[in-house]
């Protein structure tokens, strides 16, 4: 799937937006990130990248 003919997606509880340039990885109204990704599965792997971040952040 290309990320210009990708409008956005839920995944695991993130809204996912993508335009032609970058992917908004949103909670809860709020960009908590981005993604240069191409691709659904790349973009994905960046979802589950910013879960893990955001879990050391909150426990450490």
């Known amino acids: 799937m290309n990320i210009s003919i990708c409008l956005g997606f839920f ?3 993130y ?3 993508c335009t032609r340039k970058e992917a908004r990885i ?3 109204g709020r960009v908590v990130g981005k ?5 659904r599965a ?10 893990a971040r ?7």
């Not at 993604?35 to 691709?39: D, F, L, N, Y």
């Not at 790349?42 to 879960?51: F, Y």
């Open 15 to 17: 809204r996912v937006e």
């Open 42 to 51: 790349a973009i994905e792997q960046d979802v589950d990248r910013l879960i």
């Open 26 to 28: 949103i909670l809860q």
């Open 54 to 60: 955001r879990g050391e952040v909150r426990n450490g």
């Open 35 to 39: 993604s240069k990704a191409i691709s």
């Open 11 to 13: 995944y695991k509880g």
